[in-house]
């Protein structure tokens, strides 16, 4: 009975979940908080940019009114605006900032802004959001669109690429919560 116990309380210790403070994931997440890139530049406009909460993560969908599958995600110490070169980190709340580059204008052929705002704009109210600070408009600039996304610190992400609705396409970002 005793020796039953003992081992009980050392499996207990073994299995315990990691001290608070520590950055591990919830959910079992392991996407990894390297870059991530892919997909061809596109002439296809972002039309809407939206922020949804899940039990796991925090997303943004960045929707376009064509096919568009091309990005670059990265933590970044800056993050400039296209054509102009701002650095929009120091404005961007969040312990770490993600430098999205989406590969497809924020203007239509007339080239009339596609999307709500201008240049260092947030674009997305994020506010009570787990992970998510803040979305700030970088600027779109010779086809591609920049945003500057502030996480509450440097956690794992991914990029996914969707079709749909209709004719439209999706490039969606999530970023894992943390214990």
Not at 11 to 31: D, E, M, N, V, Y
Not at 77 to 83: E, L
Not at 119 to 145: A, I
């Amino acid at each position: 009975m005793i020796a039953t116990l003992v081992v009980g309380v050392a499996l207990a210790a073994a299995t315990s979940p990691p001290a608070i403070g520590k950055a591990a994931p919830t959910c079992g997440i392991t996407w990894g908080s390297q870059e991530k890139a892919g997909g061809p530049l596109s002439s296809a406009p972002v039309v809407e940019v939206r922020a949804g909460r899940h039990a796991c993560f925090d997303r943004l969908v960045f929707e376009f009114n064509g096919s568009a599958t091309g990005f670059q995600v990265r933590y970044a110490d800056q993050v400039p605006t296209d054509g102009e070169g701002v650095d929009l980190a120091p404005y961007t709340a969040g312990g770490a900032h993600l430098w999205v580059t989406l590969r497809a204008p924020a203007y239509d052929d007339e080239h009339v802004a596609t999307i709500p705002g201008r240049t260092g704009d947030r674009t997305v109210n994020v506010l009570r959001y787990d992970t998510l600070r803040d979305v700030v408009f970088g600027g779109s600039f010779e086809g591609y669109t920049t945003f500057a996304v502030g996480v509450r610190a440097r956690l794992p992400f991914q990029v996914t690429t969707l079709p749909g609705p209709g004719t439209h396409s999706r490039i969606v970002l999530d970023v894992a919560h943390q214990w």
